[in-house]
């Protein structure tokens, strides 16, 4: 049997990501949770992000708020209107008041083609945020 890249032994296959920037953790928190940070990284919002409430975006993606922790990690059900499965997606932040680490990972992905699908978003999502933040001299 040959080992799949990303392919777990209980929650299928999944992907992570991290980038490290020069901002405070509390910076960088509270710009994954603004309009526009929630805009790059889950989309425009029906409803407002509240733990244990069900979401949907303008572009399908619903889910579940599972645990919100300020200043330390959100992790939520995640699934976009072309799947057929829910997935889990956590992103964290780690650091200080001089740098933070962004980790996003995702799990209970179906395939090595859904993991393809959401290392190509990811990539660009975390691109995305941390170009804005150093844009904004956060």
């Keep these: 049997m ?10 299928g296959f ?3 990501i991290r980038k490290t920037i020069s901002v405070s953790t509390e910076k960088v928190w509270d710009f994954l949770f603004s309009e ?8 425009n919002l ?4 509240e733990l244990k409430k069900e979401f949907e975006t303008e572009n399908g993606i619903t889910g579940l708020v599972r645990v919100f922790k300020p200043n330390s990690h959100i992790r939520l059900n995640w699934k976009p209107k072309t ?6 997606v956590q992103i964290r932040v780690i650091g200080n008041e001089n ?14 083609e859904q993991r393809t699908e959401m290392k190509e978003y990811w990539t660009e ?5 941390t170009n804005e933040m150093n844009k904004a001299g956060r």
């Design 83 to 88: 799947w057929e499965n829910m997935s889990t």
């Design 36 to 43: 526009n940070g929630l805009k790059i990284w889950l989309g």
């Design 14 to 16: 999944q992907f992570g």
């Design 99 to 112: 740098k933070t680490t962004i980790a996003i990972h995702q799990e209970k992905l179906l395939n090595s």
């Design 46 to 49: 029906y409803t407002k992000l």
């Design 2 to 11: 040959e080992n799949q890249i990303g392919k777990t032994k209980d929650v």
């Design 125 to 129: 999502i975390i691109k995305k945020l």
